[in-house]
């Protein structure tokens, strides 16, 4: 089944300062690729996805990149807010396990003002 | 308006007990989801339901089992509680079984078995 690597498992930078976070998937018929943040004590929501016929997305502050070839994926969150510290999740959708999302183990971001 | 709901928000509870979490959303939905968060923040899926059929069934003890009466409910019942079973259960929606569309994860519920 499918398998998503995410590092780093914490993350700490200046406000201002970019980040980014990078995941690693196993299942080449993935085809999903959704962003969840989650503060402390609340629900994980979606903030950004990619599909697999796109290589980039962005959002304003947030973009996401796609390398199916490599098969990795990575989150960049440029000009860091404190509002921006929280969990950030990577999933990849199950590809042939009926498409259920398995999640990257998350990365904790501190963004100190 | 809340999208996706469940309760109780908090369970406290001893060991050998069974108890139940509800959810409902009212999206629309036709895909509803189980997720289990540990202490370590990992969240890993532990059912499915699509028009009532459930689709997926990972490596959950069948102590745990999904019902789901409507398309709009999709309640957990956990049989004979262990201490390891103590986390934080998410409820979530989407719009078609496949994942190709966002989920909506509704408040938790957090379960501590003593």
């Known amino acids: 089944g499918e398998n998503v690597e995410q590092h780093p498992s914490t993350l700490s930078v200046q406000e201002g300062d970019s980040a980014v976070i990078k995941c690693t998937y196993s299942?080449?018929?993935?085809?999903?690729f959704p962003w969840y943040k989650q503060e402390l004590g609340k629900r994980p929501q979606l903030i950004i996805d990619?599909?697999?016929?796109?290589g980039e997305k962005k959002d304003q502050r947030i973009a996401v990149t796609l390398n199916k070839t490599a098969k990795h994926f990575s989150l960049h969150i440029t000009e860091t807010q404190p509002e921006d510290s929280a969990v950030y999740f990577c999933?990849?959708?199950?590809?042939?396990?009926?498409?259920?999302?398995?999640f990257g183990k998350g990365t904790k971001l501190s963004v100190k003002p | 308006d809340t999208a996706v709901s469940q309760t109780p928000k908090y369970l406290v509870t001893q060991m050998g007990n069974d108890k139940s979490i509800k959810c409902e959303q009212n999206?629309?939905?036709?895909?509803m989801y189980w997720y289990k968060q540990d202490s370590k923040k990992f969240l890993k899926i532990m059912f499915s339901?699509?028009?009532?059929?459930?689709?997926i069934n990972e490596t959950v003890p069948n102590r745990f089992s999904p019902k789901s009466p409507d398309k709009a409910h999709l309640n957990l019942h956990i049989n004979s509680l262990e201490l390891g079973d103590s986390a934080v259960y998410f409820c979530?929606?989407?719009?078609?079984?496949?994942?190709?569309?966002?989920?909506?994860f509704g408040p938790g519920t957090r379960l501590t078995v003593t």
């Open positions: 979530a929606s989407s719009q078609q079984g496949l994942p190709s569309y966002e989920q909506y």
């Open positions: 299942d080449s018929a993935s085809n999903y």
């Open positions: 990619i599909r697999s016929n796109v």
């Open positions: 999933a990849a959708s199950g590809g042939g396990s009926q498409g259920n999302l398995i």
């Open positions: 999206l629309g939905h036709d895909t």
């Open positions: 339901y699509n028009n009532k059929e459930l689709i």
